[in-house]
């Protein structure tokens, strides 16, 4: 019965700031504000197939959460880590051990680099790769996960 994730919802502090991260720096497009409930709509990809919302709570109901964008993997190799330097985002990898690039989960297998919005929630871009699961080489760099399929 289930086909996928059509929604998923953010407190954030101060609507105006996010909606402009989130439509002038991710590039996503507002569908519907209401200024009496203090929220704002955006379309993820294709209109009509996924949304976020955004709802200005006070402080204290804001809780930091995570969700992923799905995205290519040739963008997250070539774009990501210089598009969040561009607009003053930290990249970070699942490990957080300093290393900037994205990295592979080999049990799925995806690609994926991570930064914050500006409530502090964790944002991924990944991108499910081409091959088997791996699960026993756990978080790897993409080079390794490249020589470990044979590439």
Not at 24 to 37: I, K, S, T
Request: with cysteine; charged share 30%; net charge negative.
């Amino acid at each position: 019965m289930i086909k996928g994730l059509f929604e998923t919802h953010l407190f954030v502090e101060d609507l105006n700031r996010s909606i402009e991260f989130y439509r002038d720096v991710l590039g996503l497009q507002q569908c519907y504000y209401e200024e009496a409930r203090r929220a704002s709509f955006f379309w993820i990809g294709k209109p009509k197939e996924a949304m976020l919302g955004l709802w200005e709570k006070p402080k204290e109901q804001v809780k930091p959460r995570h969700f992923a964008f799905r995205c290519d993997t040739e963008d997250i190799l070539n774009r990501s880590v210089d598009f969040l330097k561009k607009h003053d985002l930290k990249p970070y990898n699942f490990l957080k051990d300093g290393n900037e690039q994205p990295m592979v989960f080999a049990w799925m297998p995806a690609l994926a680099i991570y930064f914050k919005d500006p409530d502090g929630n964790d944002l991924e871009f990944i991108s499910i790769l081409k091959g088997d699961a791996r699960p026993e080489l756990g978080v790897i760099t993409y080079d390794t996960w490249l020589k470990q399929i044979g590439q």
